[in-house]
């Protein structure tokens, strides 16, 4: 069996499906947690190959895929769920991806819970989720192997192999996801906006307190979704760049993280910047 991985990094995930198709067991169940656009879906796909005997699992009788679960009517998750119990047309197994399981409602999470509790020896279920927000005794059924996030180091290694043109910006605004470090190198627009707003950052960090109050102003009527792809940016290279003084950047951080749950209860966010400001 060939054991050679395309999908970048997550080494210790890959040595332990590599050891399960050496030995042809493998639990019923699998549940891939963690951030987005970090490869989970991408080795997901090349195990399911590996399982089946082929290159493009997309085109195999025995494989099925339900994608973006959570915008998926319930009739069709409620249709994909009792094919899960199907025999496979061809070899000894089947199986099924479930992308963003995290999002199926609590009539598909239980439709899905009765199969795993009475689970199809010929059947691979493979979870892909960005947390363990899901029913409890649904995680419990699944062997659960956690994602992380890619260090600069490691994204500066992927740009390296797949020929992406990158600079420390980059790699820093990345979230240390793949997918984001693609689209930072292929939109320049994209990546002078995220430059921007690292160098804001960074400015109003040194800015007195008349500067930032009126950054405050400024920035309270910015729609919440950009808003929150600020901050997220400004906590990513905050963890990065911690420098000699741990204490006090420690402590921007976890103002940086609590405005950012603020901000998810739609609390008002002039009072919401303007605490995180004066801290920073």
């Known amino acids: 069996m060939d054991l050679t991985w395309h999908t970048f990094g997550h080494e210790g995930v890959k040595k332990l499906l590599g050891r399960q198709l050496l030995s042809e067991k493998f639990p019923h169940a699998y549940l891939f947690t963690g951030p987005e656009g970090i490869g989970k879906k991408t080795l997901a796909l090349e195990f399911a190959g590996k399982i089946l005997g082929t290159g493009k699992p997309e085109n195999h009788p025995d494989f099925k895929m339900l994608d973006e679960a959570g915008q998926a009517a319930a009739e069709t998750v409620r249709d ?25 409602n609590l009539q598909s999470g239980n439709a899905l819970l009765k199969t795993l509790e009475e689970p199809s020896d010929s059947t691979i279920i493979i979870l892909i989720a960005l947390g363990r927000q899901m029913l409890p005794t649904v995680v419990s059924r699944c062997q659960v192997l956690n994602f992380n996030l890619f260090s600069p180091e490691k994204l500066k290694e992927y740009a390296g192999q797949a020929g992406l043109a990158v600079d420390e910006k980059m790699l820093l605004s990345s979230f240390g996801q793949i997918n984001r470090l693609r689209h930072l190198a ?3 627009e994209f990546a002078s906006r995220q430059a921007k707003l690292m160098e804001r950052f960074n400015r109003l960090k040194k800015e007195g307190v008349g500067e930032r109050l009126a950054a405050v102003a400024e920035l309270a009527d910015t729609e919440g979704q950009e808003l929150e792809e600020m901050l997220s940016l400004w906590a990513f290279y905050q963890k990065a760049d911690m420098g ?37």
């Open 80 to 104: 994909f769920i009792a094919s899960l119990g199907l025999r496979p047309f061809f070899g000894r197994y089947k199986v099924a991806i479930i992308n963003d399981a995290h999002k199926l």
């Open 186 to 188: 292929g939109s320049p």
């Open 244 to 280: 000699k003084d741990a204490v006090k950047n420690g402590r921007v951080l976890a103002a940086i993280y609590e405005t950012l749950a603020q901000l998810r209860t739609n609390k008002n966010r002039k009072l919401v910047l303007q605490g995180l400001f004066l801290k920073l």
